[in-house]
Structures are given as C-alpha cells and as structure tokens.
C-alpha cells in the first residue's frame, strides 16, 4: 500500500491559535488536491479543495497553499476552535482516461490527528 | 439531499466466513469507490464502479471484491476472511467525472475474529 507502519503527525494547539498542517504528495501528474476531515467515528468529510493551476484557496476559516515545485500541500485553520480536533487528510486524485471519458482515483496521505485544547 | 449511507455500521466475523458490505450512493451519484483503513496502513483504495463497471482496482487479493447495481447502490464482499481484515471499510461516492470531489459514507466496523 502506500503507507506503511503509520504513526501519524499530531499537532496540538490552543482554541483561538491557527493551525497548520502540512502535506506531502508523490505524483507530480496529481491536479486536483482535497483536504478531508475526519472525526472518531465518521467517515472523512470534505473540508476545501484545490486544483494545481492555483497556488492557493481560501474557505470559511481554512485555506489551502499548493506549492508543486516541491509537491507540498498545507491547510491552514484560522482561531482553531475544539470542534476542529480530528484527522485531517491530504488526497491526490490521479486522472486516468478510458472510452473517451476522464476519471480520477484519490490516494490519501497518511493524516494528521489535530487536538485543539480549550 | 441525503447522504452516502453503508449498512451495516458494525459487523463480527470469524476467519474463513464471508461478508458483503452495502453501499447506497448519493441520489445522481454514478461513482463509488471503496477503501479500507486500518491504523497501520491509512487509507487504502480497493476500488471503483462507474455505471456498474469496475473501472479502477486497488492492490488488493482477489478475495475482495465487488460490484454496483444500475441504481448505483453497490455491494463489496470479501470471502474467507482473515484476521487483517478487521478494519473500516468506506465508500465513497462522486458524479464521478472531472469533478472527482467524493462524499464518504460513515463507514462499516468489520471486526474479524
């Protein structure tokens, strides 16, 4: 697979701190990036994406930096409130074309656990 | 709109049985796609149906397997379990087209025992 013995990143902030996690991706041919969230006992949740004619994006308290000189994504979380304590995971969709059509396949980076204390 | 829904949320098995694993797509979604995650390995793409066509494969066994109706709802079964199967198993669903942005269901708890 492409991971391999995870100990995932932890990242621990106060409430009120920004936050910023930092993503490392393998395929230079990757155009499309998706940050997800994901809290203990859901499955991930699409937070922002971008596509890699963009240097950067911006959301509701989030936003996505690409830097594809040296494949490095970052999302960085504005006044990180308890709510946002979760694994956050980089996706990079690879795009395969078959009977005319173009379709992606996401590989997931191995997560982040973020914990926002009060 | 009503979201990806997975049944069952939880599951126990013993080695050598065989489980399916149900997946009903977001209403217009054409797209499914499965992964596993485990601690140890993240998430780990299985596969994805388009149009009842497996179109892209994970590296997998061939115990795992899978297949979408034509209302898109699509099943995963792996046969003669074994105990590094125990994981959660997700499915995700998109239009599936340029716009690759997938909506994951809650997942199943597969424990094998």
């Known amino acids: 697979g492409e991971s391999v013995g995870l100990h995932l990143p932890t990242l621990s902030v106060q409430e009120g701190d920004n936050s910023i996690i930092n993503c490392a991706y393998s395929n230079s041919a990757s155009d499309y990036f998706i940050w997800y969230k994901q809290e203990s006992g859901k499955g991930p949740q699409f937070i922002i994406d971008i596509r890699s004619n963009m240097d950067k994006r911006q959301g509701q308290r989030v936003t996505v930096l690409l830097n594809k000189t040296v494949k490095h994504l970052s999302l960085q979380i504005a006044a990180t409130q308890p709510g946002d304590s979760a694994v956050y995971f980089c996706?990079?969709?690879?795009?395969?074309?078959?009977?005319?059509?173009?379709?992606?396949?996401?590989?997931f980076g191995q997560g982040t656990i973020l914990t926002v204390h009060p | 709109k009503a979201g990806v829904t997975q049944t069952p949320r939880y599951l126990i098995k013993t080695r050598g049985q065989q489980v399916t694993l149900s997946c009903s797509p977001i209403s217009g979604h054409r797209s499914v796609s499965w992964y596993q995650q485990t601690p140890g390995q993240g998430l780990q793409f299985l596969f994805e149906?388009?149009?009842?066509?497996?179109?892209n494969k994970g590296n997998f066994p061939g115990r795992f397997s899978g297949r979408q109706f034509s209302n898109s709802r699509s099943e995963m079964n792996v046969s003669t379990l074994e105990l590094g199967d125990s994981a959660l198993y997700l499915c995700a669903s998109s239009f599936g087209g340029f716009n690759n942005e997938q909506f994951f269901g809650p997942g199943t708890r597969l424990t094998v025992l």
């Open positions: 996706a990079e969709n690879e795009w395969f074309r078959a009977g005319g059509t173009s379709y992606g396949k996401l590989t």
């Open positions: 149906y388009f149009s009842e066509t497996q179109r």
